[in-house]
């Protein structure tokens, strides 16, 4: 066999294929790792805000949970915990009476805040800014802890 023989036949050669669009492959992959990154963020910054929500409107777990946590972090026996548990109710008390004692300033200036910049706007404005103000306040100020019979031991 020579190699014009080779040459002459009808066997055709494969045709060579477009390259890779490699940037296209890389771009995709970036979209969804980005993806990945927002949902993962908006997830956790939901999840986080929910916690803050719960623990602000529950205080009185407050003592246990913030007991638990030290437990962890700082290896604390069981009595150690108990100890800490009671040191932080106590003194959880004597918040609450200073609380009850700023609550009512401070919900008079946001009142005041809320109606000057009510005066600023039309009448449609100012119901959805009323309605947006209350519900951040709801949300983010609890009501007023109620005061127990019991003096705390300031």
Known sequence: MNTESNS???VSL?????PRRRWLTVLLGVLIFAGGIATGAGLT????VHRLQYA????EEAPARIAARLHRKL???ETQQSEVEAIVAKHQAALAVIRREFQPKVMAQLEQI??????VLTKPQREKWIQMFDDVRDRW???????????PNV
Do not use: C, F
């Open 8 to 10: 002459d036949s009808d």
């Open 141 to 151: 100020l609890p009501p007023m802890p109620q005061a127990d019979s019991k003096k």
């Open 114 to 119: 809320r109606d000057e910049i009510s005066q």
């Open 75 to 77: 290896g604390l026996d």
């Open 56 to 59: 602000i409107h529950h205080p």
């Open 45 to 48: 910054i939901i999840a986080a």
């Open 14 to 18: 494969p045709t060579a294929e477009k």
